[in-house]
T-cell receptor, first 115, second 112 residues
Framework: GAVVSQHPSWVICKSGTSVKIECRSL??????MFWYRQFPKQSLMLMAT?????????EQGVEKDKFLINHASLTLSTLTVTSAHPEDSSFYIC???????????FGPGTRLTVT | GQQLNQSPQSMFIQEGEDVSMNCTSS?????WLWYKQDPGEGPVLLIA?????ELTSNGRLTAQFGITRKDSFLNISASIPSDVGIYFC????????????FGPGTRLSVLP
């Protein structure tokens, strides 16, 4: 199998605080993980590509100082939304690449609401 | 940059009917993936296609990699209520699975 988990599933935080979201590949090692954001009724928007042991590659328009990504091990990548604002409220989904040329396996998503 | 278009944007069908949706691109892709997303959850991979002309089935689902490598089709036969959701196509021009582009999705509703 290829199972990816995310924690937490749902988080509500106050404006100005930071939130950390974890993405884990449970039954395989993932050299590469991806972070997406999805607004209601819209498609997935790639935020960044996270490679284990190196700096993440951010898509154009995504602030790397605001969305901190750490891929410290082959099974864990974290996304920290720093100084969150209401406009950061969204559904954040991670995916993991099982192998070179393999498909992406998605986590269940984390819904972030910033009040 | 690369963009994908999905058609139709949304559709309402009767239970038991067959469904057909497609995904088109202005550029060539080497890989096509089809995902289904239920509300509030992450996308789940349905079918992966790696070769032009390839036709792959997964239960009641059949997907084809267009011969021009610029499109892909997904068909669902004998739809059931649990087929409701958003179907996304994703394409990648490289062979490493890294640079996928997602379509805007087709929203499917199945009426009993």
């Amino acid at each position: 199998g290829a199972v990816v988990s995310q924690h937490p599933s749902w988080v509500i935080c106050k404006s100005g605080t930071s939130v950390k979201i974890e993405c884990r590949s449970l039954d395989f090692q993932a050299t590469t993980m991806f972070w997406y954001r999805q607004f209601p009724k819209q498609s997935l928007m790639l935020m960044a590509t996270s490679n284990e042991g190196s700096k993440a590659t951010y898509e154009q328009g995504v602030e790397k100082d605001k969305f901190l990504i750490n891929h410290a091990s082959l099974t864990l990548s974290t996304l920290t939304v720093t100084s969150a604002h209401p406009e950061d409220s969204s559904f954040y989904i991670c995916s993991a690449l099982k192998g070179v040329g393999d498909e992406q396996y998605f986590g269940p998503g984390t819904r972030l609401t910033v009040t | 940059g690369q963009q994908l278009n999905q058609s139709p944007q949304s559709m309402f069908i009767q239970e038991g009917e067959d469904v057909s949706m497609n995904c088109t691109s202005s550029s060539i892709f080497n890989t096509w993936l089809w995902y289904k997303q239920d509300p509030g959850e992450g996308p789940v991979l349905l079918i992966a296609l790696y070769k032009a002309g390839e036709l792959t089935s997964n239960g009641r689902l059949t997907a084809q990699f267009g011969i021009t490598r610029k499109d892909s089709f997904l068909n669902i036969s004998a739809s059931i209520p649990s087929d409701v959701g958003i179907y996304f196509c994703a394409g990648a021009a490289d062979n490493y699975g890294q640079n996928f582009v997602f379509g805007p999705g087709t929203r499917l509703s199945v009426l009993p």
